[in-house]
């Protein structure tokens, strides 16, 4: 079975500041990882995804998280961050051996920035 | 997102009631996905079709049902509802190319049930 921690339910970062969301996983086998960004009574919408090749992976609106497989890690970083990143961030996680592609999420990390 | 909806947006029912929430997609996708969210407990998994006719059990599907019997419309009825069931729900769709989830999941907007 598969599972998410994301360590941190809220994260208070002033604006331009870096900010940095933790996610550890659990898994048997070769995964794939997903940051989602769910912005206040909308969807979830994806932010970038780790499938294979290079553990740093860039997203959009300047996010990038880096894969760490002895860690068991997929850490969300914005070097900077503006009012409007204000929103909640789940990790995901999925592998091969999921039936139906089915994605297991983290509990969410909420995000507040502050000017 | 405008490959995928759901309807309705808002609904308030009273205990003990049947409910049904819809999602179409237009993306000719083969996987659909039910997911409820709940503050603390990120998104969990209620039921899942992975064709026409075929759906399987999530994490939490007790209280749940649902149907596909076209590829565009995915179906979650609540039987009975009870207060527990309050939460936001959403209808997710995912490709598949050769069963790797390479592009992950599409979301719809989420409905927000309140069961009273």
Known sequence: AQ?????????????EAPVE?????????SVYLFWYV??????LQLLLKYLSGSTLVKGINGFEAEF?????????????VHISDTAEYFCAVTSLKAAGNKLTFGGGTRVLVKP | DAG?????????????????LRC??????RYM????????????????????KDTDKGEVSDGYSVSRS???????TLESATSSQTSVYFCAISPSQGDRPLDGYTFGSGTRLTVV
């Open chain 1, 3 to 15: 599972s998410v921690t994301q360590l941190d339910s809220q994260v208070p970062v002033f604006e």
């Open chain 1, 21 to 29: 969301l933790r996610c550890n996983y659990s898994s048997s086998v």
């Open chain 1, 38 to 43: 769910q912005y206040p009574n909308q969807g």
């Open chain 1, 68 to 80: 760490n497989k002895s860690q068991t890690s997929f850490h969300l970083r914005k070097p900077s």
């Open chain 2, 4 to 20: 995928i909806t759901q309807s309705p947006r808002h609904k308030v029912t009273e205990t003990g009631t049947p409910v049904t």
């Open chain 2, 24 to 29: 179409h997609q237009t993306e000719n996708h």
């Open chain 2, 33 to 52: 996905y039910w997911y409820r969210q709940d503050p603390g407990h990120g998104l969990r998994l209620i039921h899942y079709s992975y064709g026409v």
């Open chain 2, 70 to 76: 076209k590829t565009e419309d995915f179906l979650l």
